[in-house]
């Protein structure tokens, strides 16, 4: 039997760099993506590469001055216990009182950066309106579900199982549909009586075909990710009621997160603020285990194990 | 056998009224929607009553001060010989010279606004840019693609046949996609080697869904029409490839012309003045006949058998 795991020895820094020892690894639906080949919106990970994953850190040695060792700070180190860096890309963090590290990849990483620009920029969310959000239960779709009411709108999350569900009304989502209980369609007529101004939609597939019944006049389709459809051997199945843009004037947009990336500043003071507030929960599923566990962990998103924002800390 | 067609008195205006004799007839492709029960953006036209349809024709008799005998009109008589109106919605004509009454259905009428208004404001066409258009030897099709060229686009065209592509580069495509031949993506990727800015889609299925793979960024997918999939007898295909709107950070939008409605007279304005310069030309398919030929030439719109505005010129 082979491994896919290498061990190496713990690199040096050269000068101008930092060597990290990763402590948290996040765990996103977009590493699925990175592993295929073909056009995107990133280059692909090549076999043999190191897995591309975001993550924190604590820098063990530096021989650049902008990292003091011993300091604790945020990269794409990838799925790795040690990074050796020039520092781009890394960005150090003072973690705020009461916050969980997790935090940091999480409502305050590029999951909330997702769901704040998604949300808010490409879904120009307005106060008043109807909000459908699929994957409500994941890290993206709890933040967008909590901004939504922050910003005065009617929410409605999609989520599977009774457990989720229950989790999605206690952060404050006025209704919840249960795909897992099979009528999906009726579910979604009796939440949205007045149909969705806005659809932030994970998942794809059924949920998404569905939910272009349900669209307001003028409604803004916010396409994050089609989580259902990443592991499809065959073709992503299409959503075949799109022509229902026609009929409601809506559009369906597509968006990457990192063209935001000088906007980050601005959602981030935002976000600490409704943390600060407690109108904000981070909410969390971190793992500890071993580098070699993160495979399993990773196949967690896609059969709808977890609940919030997935994180491997990393056991030593 | 019976017939579905009824042989009426010619009607007498009540006050207020004017009768007209219908003498051209607007074949859509909307039409074929128009009979589907179901949410749309107009209420069906059901079993019993008349065929919606746009139409010229001319006052036979006035008892409306707005409308003199012998004035030719535009409105939505219907699929029939003659028709009584209180002037709702009705619109004197008159024809300027060298232009055929078609024109006024066709490049001055729905079509012309279609396509004028989805390619500018809902496509936001800047000079430079790429414009794919599918059905492009159509009525709105060949006008997309004129309109595109007198603003400073390049314009590829989708059409089925040789005869069709010729006429399309007569008009002044800069190249055309003969679907017919059966190598669609690669015919695709020829053309478009910097990507579409705009894709303006009026055919749906395949061409729509091979078409998003050629996405720039931040392309915007104007959805007209699905004109392959309107008489599919099982459920429309939708575009597999939907997620190549994120790999783009592109926009599918879907509009419906009515709500130009109080911009059509600026529309109407700039058009004239590119057919008097002659930068412009109307495409159209008369075809003279009774009206009981009317399901058939229909029909023609979605076998591939016209180019141009298909108009039904009545025979009396």
């Known amino acids: 039997m082979t491994s896919n795991w290498s061990d190496v020895p713990i690199p040096e820094p050269a000068d101008g760099q930092i060597v990290a020892a990763v402590t948290h690894i996040s765990i996103d639906p977009a590493i699925r993506g990175w592993i295929n080949a073909g056009r995107s919106y990133i280059a692909p990970v090549e076999i043999g590469e190191v897995m591309r994953a975001l993550t924190l850190g604590v820098v063990i040695s530096s021989r650049n001055k902008q990292f003091a060792e011993g300091g604790l700070v945020h990269g794409t180190f990838g799925v790795a216990e040690h990074a050796v860096s020039d520092g781009a890309g890394v960005h150090k963090i003072t973690p705020a009182f009461g916050l969980s590290p997790a935090t940091y990849l ?31 239960a994941g890290a993206v779709g709890t933040t967008v579900g909590q901004i939504a009411k922050i910003k005065g709108a009617r929410v409605i999350g999609v989520a599977g199982g009774f457990e989720k569900c229950s989790k999605l009304i206690d952060l404050g989502f006025d209704a919840v549909v249960d795909y897992k209980r099979g009528d999906l369609g009726q579910q979604l007529c009796q939440h949205t009586p007045d149909r969705a101004d806005v659809f932030f939609d994970n998942v794809g597939g059924d949920i998404l075909n569905q939910g272009l019944t349900r669209l307001a006049r003028g409604a803004r389709l916010v396409i994050c990710g089609a989580v259902s459809q990443y592991h499809n051997a065959d073709a992503v199945i299409g959503p075949s009621n799109y022509t229902a843009l026609l009929v409601a004037r809506a559009s369906m947009t597509g968006f990457v997160v990192f063209d935001y990336a000088e906007r980050y500043s601005e959602a981030v003071a935002e976000m600490s603020r409704w943390l600060a507030d407690r109108r904000l929960q981070s909410v969390e599923d971190t793992v500890r285990a071993d580098i070699e566990a993160f495979p399993g962990i990773l196949a967690r998103l896609f059969t709808g194990a977890n609940t919030g924002k ?4 990393l056991e030593r």
Chains 1, 2 share one sequence.
């Not at 305050?108 to 409500?136: C, H, I, K, N, W």
């Not at 997935?310 to 800390?313: I, M, P, Q």
């Open 310 to 313: 997935l994180v491997l800390e």
């Open 106 to 136: 999480g409502v305050l990483g590029m999951t909330g950066m997702t769901a704040y620009f998604g949300l808010l920029d490409v879904g120009r969310l307005q106060p008043g309106e109807t909000v459908l959000v699929s994957g409500a």
